[in-house]
Structures are given as C-alpha cells and as structure tokens.
C-alpha cells in the first residue's frame, strides 16, 4: 500500500503528462507481480470492488469520533476519502502496512459486512495517505487525472512497444495482468489471449494544415495532395468507434480500445450482423439529421443508461469501413476494394442504426477546399482524404489518410480574467477568461464566453503575463481580474471549432477547443465583438424542432 | 502533584475573575493590571510582551517591547533599530515585574527565542502560549509546559482533528527522494522566512545531504541571525544569477532552493529549470489544498502544534479554563466540551491565517 499511495499522490499533484507517465512506468519497473498489476487494475478502473461504498466508510467514521467534529472537518476538506483518512483514530506509528495484492486478493473474496470490517482494520493500522489510497480504491473514483489509456501508455513506454499492441489484446487479459508485465519485462511471449470479439487498432491520420498555418511538425501542406488518388468524405464531430459482432458477442469500442459496449445497449442490440466496422458514433437528432456533440456528450461516460436517455438521444453508428467480414479478415484489402463490401454490406443491413458515410465527390483540390469550408451540417468537422489503394494499417502511418479539418471559427474578445499556470508555467498568467459585449442594465457590459491556455508561444506568453500584472484590479487566489472596459483592455483573437448553448454558463454559450490565434495589441477593446455575433454562429438546434 | 492542587486551591480562594488579569480587546490581549498587551495586533501600544519574532504577532512602533533576547534580535533584522524606543530582554525562566504582574518566559517551541507568556497576580496564573509545537526542532528550545496553570491561552492554528502531521523526519526523506528521482529538475521548497526555512534546512542536514542550498534573498538575514546563534546550517548561497550569460541557470539543475512560497510564483520563480514546486506546511496535509496552489510535493512540516499536540498538550497542563485563540476554535471548544473542560473563544482578529500563499 505504501508504493501505491505514494504513486497516487503524486499522480494526483502533477498536472504535466510526461511526468505522470514517468511516475508510473518507474512504479510498474520497481513493483513485483502481482501488486503492479493490481495498481493497474485500480488506474484503469477494471477493479470494481462489491461491497463497500461511500457510505459504509460515512458509518465506520461516525462510530468512532465525535460527529460534530466530523461535520466540522468535512466542512473544511470538502472530500470524504481526504476527511476519513486524515481524523481516523488511528495508532500512531503502524506495525504492519499490509501490501496491495494481500488487501485486494481479501476484500474480492469478502461479503459486504466482512469487507466492512476488513476496511477498518487497515485504516486502524495505515497512516493518512495510504488511508486515502485505500479508501478511494475501495470507493472507486479515483480522480487522480489519469486515464485507462494513459496508464497503456506507460506500460507500452516501460516495455519499449506500441500502445496499440497493448490495446491489441487489452481485453483478453484480467487483473493483476502477470503474463502482460512478464511480456514486457522480456521474460515471455506476447500473451495471445482467445477472445471473441476483440478490438484491432485502429488506423489513424495526419492532419492536413495550410503551410503559414502549421505548428504540427506531422502536419502536410494540401498542395501536396494529388485528388486522383484519393476518396473524400465527411469527417463527422462524434466519437470513433470500432463495433465488432463474432459468434454472438458484441462490443464497442473506443478508438484507443476501452470497452464502451455497456454505456449504449441500443446500437448493440442493432449489431445483428458478423463483421468488425469502422465508424462514429453520433447521435441522431429527431429531424433524422446528426444531433451535435453536445447530444452525445450526455450518454458518455455513464455505467448505466436509462431508457428515457436512449429514446430522448439515440445513438447510431455512421460507418466509415469495414475490418472483418463474417471469417474473412479485409484489412489487407486495398480501400477501393473496403468501400466496396462496406457499401454491400450496409446495403443488406435491417439496422437503422446504421448507415454508410457518403463519398464527398473529388473533382479537383479548389473543389475539395470548398467542400471542407461549407460542409452540408455544421455537425461536420471537415474532410477525411484516404487513398483508394491504402490498407487497413494499424497507428497513424504517413502518406494513405488525411484529415482537412474545415478553418476555425474566430471572434475577437477582451481578457477579463488570467491565473497562474502550472509545472513550468506555474509563475506565469497563461489561463485566459476572455468575454464578449452585450447590452447590460446599464449600457454596454462584458460577458464571459471561454477560457483558453493555449494557441500563444512562449514569446507571447510572457508578454501576456506582463500585461495581466500590470493591469491587475483584483485577485482572489491565484486567479487576477484585469482592466476590461471600453477604455483599456486587450483584445484576443479566438479561434474555436464550434459553439453550443449552455444553460450552465452565464452567457449561455460554450465553445469547442477554444485557443488564442492571434493577440491583437493594436485593436481598441470598444471594438471587440459582441455577443449577438456569437450567437448568430450558434447551429440551429435541432431538438426544438420536435413539434 | 502536590503542588499542582496547591496552585488549584488558590484558584478557588483568589476570587479573581481571569478576566480582570488579562482580556482580549479590538488591540489584542490585554493585560489591565500591567497595562501591557500581549502580541498586539493592531496599531503601536506603549507597552507589549512579545511571544516570537512572526510578523502578525511582532509589529514595529511599539513604545517598550519585552521579549526574548533572540525575538528582539529578530524583530530587529526585520524591522531596524528603530522598531522600538526601549527594548526589554528577558531569559526563558527569568521573572519581571510590571506594576505588580509576574512576567515570565517559558520555551515554546515553535521558532527561534518564541516563548509562553506567563502572567501572574494575586496567585492567579495565566499562560499565553503565542504559537507552539511539541515535536523536536533543532534551531530552538523546545516547549516546556508550564505547570499550576489556572488559564491557558492556547493556539489553535490547527485546530481540526484533521490536522495530524506526519513524522518530520519521513517528509525530508520525500523530499530527498524526489531530487534523487528527477535528478533534472530543480526541486523549489516555500517555505515561511522565519522558522521554517532555517528548520528545513537543518534537517536537511541532520539526514545527510551536505550540498550548498540555495536560497531566496529574503532568507539571507534571517539565516545568518540562526548561524549567530549557533545553529550552524551549511553551505548556503543566495539563489542569483552572477552573469547574464545564457544557460547560467542549468547550475540549479537537480539542486534545492529554498525561499517564500510567493516568491515562486514570481517572476523570481522563472530562472529555474525544470522546477519541482515543494511547500513545507502544516496545510499540506490537505492534498486538495496543495493541488490548488499548484503544489507538486507538499512536505507536511509545521511549526505549530497538530490536533493531538494541542490537546495532549492541554491535558498535560490541565488548567481550570482553556481560552482559544487565532485558529479554528471551534473545533477546539467542542473538544473540550466532550471532554467536560472549561473553555472559551477569543475570537481575537488580526493574526493571518497563513494558509494563503
């Protein structure tokens, strides 16, 4: 418990990526089977302990101290794992810390009432942090800002492979995973696990971005594309998804291989078909059209999904191609020839929740870049080009796909609010709330429309901070207001992929991936925009059109 | 123990109202009889006993300042000579007396010459504890417990029992792991000026790491002050840039510096390469806490008593009345309560809550 509470907490307090990763590879390198795996059990949210909840941890603690002083200290803390794990009467100096696998191995055999006592055993013997741990591993979320794929990537990183051979056979294994870390230790074979079903990685493409436009080394240039040997299509604004069907078992799975079969019973139970397909799940609004992001947000992310859910939003899969069919595996297939059975096979299929996605036609490169910049929905984030003679390969190889993302939207706005960053820009101002005008009670007034912390160089940061400390009016923590009115204030071209409305916001906006394109010194904040140009951006919404 | 009911008896007989001894006021506690103030916090007084040299409890402009010889030392490097117009040096266990009060001093552990103040008058005995900690601290003389006390004037920074810090020696064993992890990075500590800093890094020492420690400028007097007094801290230097050559930075690669937790979020802060942001704090203990400031290791070192220090401590003392202050009082009163004690709030304003960065 000791290592893995310690990894916890650090994971919990470091905000950079690459740390995280080094963190937990250097965890999985010092920890033997079978503790690793149970860790990783934990970070990957694949353990789920029956039992013990957050309310019998409520009921141990208020057996054991005063429950005013406990009501004080939760006022305080605001966390119930944090609360219980610092003002348990504990004996001070432990005898024992009973390692990870011993306390997970009992409480996975252990009714609820056992498991309850278990439970406060150990807090009797642990100290704080790994009270912590072992509360919110029993409790289950974690929290911590780390994702199942994150944790792949560190495995794949300690064991110098792919991530995508990780997910390759992710789901034929279980905790605590030995042949997986045996494997990449170098001490055994790739396990091949037997499952049905299982998920294939997925491929993937560059990003195509006008050459005075490119900050991803990867990206190339449009010019480069030659428009006979490519097929276009839409690229839609849902998640990626893989459904297979072999044998009688169905899943769904994400582009990095998590299991989200559960979460959407309703495509599922339309699978009626064998064969692995490509494609992206979206919503479909009540008009029969692609309901927006925001639609298939709410079913993401759930356990469990209600019936009214599924009827009010449901979900369907817009196929892009087609990896197995019934024995027969086409991903060395050329696409020309993919299209080919995908479009059959779509033919054939009852499932209305299931269609094809259409050819965009090719003509010439002008065509196509119109076509990217006016797609028929504002659902479509743009163009995919793939060559009609790429095979089904695994990762982001170079050269067969492209996506020709359609231009940004752009507003100009005012900064209103800056805070510090973290890591290496811990002592710079680099979150930036920017906001809009709009009528107010009395006159013109900036609204908040959007946060960015990005899109800016260093160069530009620095400049930043030096504006937001010397035009400071107020601060609350670490955040500072800044000077935003018609006479002062610094104009910041945003740039986002799209706009939705949301009650929970005081504008009743919310922006997609917004990011700072342009600061613009030289205009006067009087002129930034105002909220009815963004709201004339807003798409039509299409779940008012009901009646 | 016999003397201890002695003491309790008089209690009873004295018929003094502890009140009338000593009362907290919009200036901070004050004493009539004596006509001093304890640890004023708002505006010059004429007269004022100083618990340590922390700035919310040490002000300047005060007419007469009884204290330790080492706050007055302190209050000096921080202030000027000129912080105030007659200076009254006291020793730990050393007894005065102001219009007919008993003044004295007794260690309390929490930084260098911090001291109880114990007030006595007509056999009634009141013990202000200023800000104190039990566990071992080698920069300064540690608490000792005042017995026969009939009122105890306790802190109560920490006051919540989710206040219980760790064993100090564990934390600097974090932090030496951390540079030994990421020998690239540069490990930045915050801590407080006085106390901490100088604490930090002698127990940096005692565990073995015997390489220059870097500092903020801000630490440099209140450093030297200790080595004065004889705590010997290493080699310290001050954490500047002598050239403005690029890559003069890459020194501080896999080094700790050590300053004031604003300092970092400074532009100060930038010079670093690759910085580990650290904070030694009892408010560490609150991982969401440290999260918020953008803490990456929070070291729980504090100098201020925890929950279990502060009431094995009061029933160490076992006064007749426990009055609480600057802190989370609450907490502390319900406490006592439960436990069928006497006890009071001050609600005294004014002393910071140094939880803020």
Redesign the interface.
């Known amino acids: 418990m000791q290592a893995f509470s310690d990894l916890l907490?650090?994971l919990?307090?470091?905000?950079s990526r690459n740390t995280k990763i080094e963190l937990m590879v250097?965890y999985f390198r010092q920890t033997p089977n079978p503790a690793r795996g149970w860790t990783l059990a934990v970070l990957t949210g694949e353990l789920d302990i029956p039992g013990v909840k957050g309310g019998s941890i409520r009921r141990l603690i208020e057996d054991r101290?005063?429950p005013?002083?406990f009501r004080?200290?939760y006022d305080?803390?605001?966390?119930l794992a944090?609360?219980v794990s610092?003002?348990w009467p504990g004996t001070r100096g432990a005898n024992r810390i009973p390692p990870i696998d011993d306390v997970i191995e009992a409480l996975l055999g252990a009714t609820r009432a056992e498991g309850e006592r278990l439970v406060a055993g150990w807090l009797d013997m642990l100290?704080?942090p790994q009270r912590?741990a072992l509360i919110k591993m029993v409790t289950g979320g974690l929290r911590i800002g780390v994702s199942a794929r994150l944790a792949k990537v560190a495995l794949a990183e300690m064991g110098g492979v792919e991530p995508a051979e990780i997910e390759e056979i992710w789901h034929g294994l279980a905790p605590p995973y030995e042949s997986l870390f045996d494997w990449l230790d170098g001490n055994a074979e790739k396990p091949s696990p037997d499952i049905e079903a299982p998920f294939r990685p997925v491929m993937l493409a560059h990003p195509l971005v006008t050459k005075d436009k490119r900050d991803d080394p990867d990206a190339v240039d449009p010019a480069m594309i030659d428009p006979d040997i490519f097929a276009a299509e839409w690229k839609y604004d849902g998640i990626r998804v893989q459904a297979v069907s072999e044998r009688g078992v169905r899943r769904m799975y994400t582009r990095t291989g998590d299991d989200i079969s559960h979460t959407f019973p309703d495509v599922l139970a339309a699978m009626d078909f064998e064969a692995a397909i490509d494609g992206e799940l979206l919503i479909r609004a009540p008009n029969g059209e692609v309901a927006p992001f925001n639609e298939l947000q709410q079913r993401l992310n759930r356990k469990t999904v209600t019936k009214k859910q599924m009827e009010a939003r449901p979900a369907m899969i817009r196929a892009y191609d087609i990896l197995v069919e019934g024995d027969e595996d086409l991903r060395a297939l050329p696409f020309s020839e993919r299209r080919k059975r995908l479009e059959a096979f779509v033919e054939k299929s009852s499932s209305d929740r299931i269609d094809i996605s259409p050819l965009v036609p090719v003509t010439n490169l002008e065509a196509l870049e119109a076509a990217r910049n006016e797609p028929p929905a504002p659902e479509i984030e743009g163009l995919m080009l793939k060559r009609w003679d790429s095979l089904y390969e695994a990762g982001r190889p170079t050269g067969p796909w492209y996506k020709w993302k359609r231009d940004p939207f752009l507003i100009d706005a005012v900064m209103m609010y800056a805070q510090?960053g973290?890591?290496?820009r811990?002592?710079?101002y680099s979150d930036f709330t920017f906001g809009v005008w709009r009528d107010g009670d009395d006159g013109d007034e900036i609204t908040p429309v959007g946060k960015a912390y990005f899109g800016f160089t260093d160069e530009e940061l620095k400049q930043l901070d030096k504006f937001v400390r010397e035009n400071t009016i107020d601060r609350f923590?670490?955040v500072r207001s800044v000077k935003a009115n018609k006479d002062k204030g610094l104009v910041l071209e945003v740039a986002f992929e799209g706009l939705q409305r949301s009650p929970r916001h005081k504008s009743g906006l919310a922006m997609r991936f917004p990011r700072i394109n342009r600061i613009r010194w030289d205009k006067p904040s009087a002129e930034a925009d105002r909220l009815e140009t963004l709201e004339k951006m807003l798409p039509a919404d299409p779940l008012l059109d009901k009646g | 123990m016999a003397g201890k009911t002695a003491h309790r008896d008089l209690y009873a007989l004295t018929m003094i109202r502890p009140d009338l001894l000593l009362h907290p006021t919009p200036k901070g506690l004050y004493c009539p009889p004596g006509d001093f103030y304890i640890d004023p916090v708002r505006g010059a007084v004429d007269r004022a006993v100083v618990t340590h040299g922390h700035a919310d409890h040490a002000r300047a402009g005060h007419g007469a300042v009884l204290a330790t010889p080492e706050t007055l030392a302190i209050m000096e490097a921080r202030y000027g000579e000129e912080f105030t117009t007659s200076r009254q040096p006291i020793e730990y266990g050393e007894t005065i007396e102001i219009n007919g009060v008993t003044v004295w001093m007794s260690p309390a552990g929490h930084v260098l010459g911090s001291a109880q103040v114990v007030v006595e008058w007509k056999g009634l005995r009141m013990v202000c504890t200023g800000d104190y900690k039990r566990r071992r601290d080698p920069t300064c003389r540690q608490f000792e417990p005042v017995p026969g006390t009939h009122v105890f004037i306790s802190e109560a920074t920490f006051g919540l029992p989710v206040f219980r810090h760790p064993d100090t020696d564990g934390e600097i064993r974090k932090l030496l792991d951390s540079v030994a992890m990421f020998p690239e990075r540069t490990h930045l500590v915050g801590v407080y000026a006085l106390g901490k800093a100088q604490r930090v890094i002698k127990l940096l020492r005692e565990a073995g790491y015997h390489e220059t420690l870097y500092i903020h400028g801000a630490l440099e007097k209140l450093c030297q002050l200790y080595e004065d007094h004889g705590v010997a801290l290493g080699p310290l230097e001050t954490a500047t840039l002598e050239t403005s050559e690029r890559g003069a930075h890459e020194r501080f690669r896999g080094k700790i510096v050590l300053g004031p937790p604003s300092s970092f979020h400074d532009k100060w802060g930038r010079r670093f390469p690759d910085p580990l942001p650290c904070f030694a704090s009892g408010w560490m203990s609150v991982r969401q806490r440290a999260k918020q400031s953008g803490v990456e290791l929070p070291l729980i070192i504090s100098d201020h008593a925890d929950w279990d220090e502060l009431t094995d401590t009061v029933r160490e003392v076992d006064p007749k009345e426990l009055w609480i202050t600057h802190g989370r009082e609450d907490a502390l009163v319900r406490w006592a309560e439960l436990k069928g004690r006497k006890a009071r709030p001050l609600r005294l304003v004014g002393y910071e809550d140094k939880s803020a960065d």
Do not use: Q
């Not at chain 1, 919990?12 to 905000?15: K, S, Y």
């Not at chain 1, 305080?76 to 966390?79: E, I, K």
């Open positions: 907490e650090r919990i307090l470091t905000a250097n101290v005063d005013e002083l004080m200290s305080y803390v605001g966390d944090e609360t610092l003002m100290e704080p912590w510090r973290h890591g290496r811990s002592s710079f923590g670490p």
